[in-house]
């Protein structure tokens, strides 16, 4: 029976760090600047036979994005001019808005559902929306998911 394979979409600090150090391995034998996995897997301080085991499971978020649509579900406060920010933070990561649907603010806080396209040229998502959270009034920045 053929398994069907599934996806999860976790913060990193729910990873365990061999994960994390594969995915530096990784980078690090993209980049050039190890030549060989023993070299990358030496200095990211995990065994040859762990950066083989996960290789193929694991990759950062925004390598899976491209051409892709993400969903995000963001509360903010009900503040003027809010809404405009975030939206520039999307805009400057030259991510494509195809719908925003803002919720009555209920108790001074606002639901934000907004669905983007990730395009080739777009920035990384994740920092998109690291960088959406910073914004003062923005209490959380959640993926709802993903389609191709």
Known sequence: MDEQQKFFVVTEKAIPDVLIKVVNAKKLLDSGRAVSVQEATEA???SRSSFYKYKDDIFPFHDS?????ITLSVQMDDEPGLLSDVLKSV????VNILTIHQSIPLNGVA????SL???DNSGDPSEMIEEMS????VQ?????GKEQ
């Open 111 to 114: 639901s934000l559902t907004i």
């Open 117 to 119: 396209q990730v395009l």
């Open 65 to 69: 994005t491209k051409g892709t649509t």
């Open 44 to 46: 990211v301080g995990i």
């Open 140 to 144: 959380s920045v959640k993926i709802l």
């Open 134 to 137: 910073t914004h003062a009034g």
């Open 91 to 94: 805009a400057d990561f030259r």
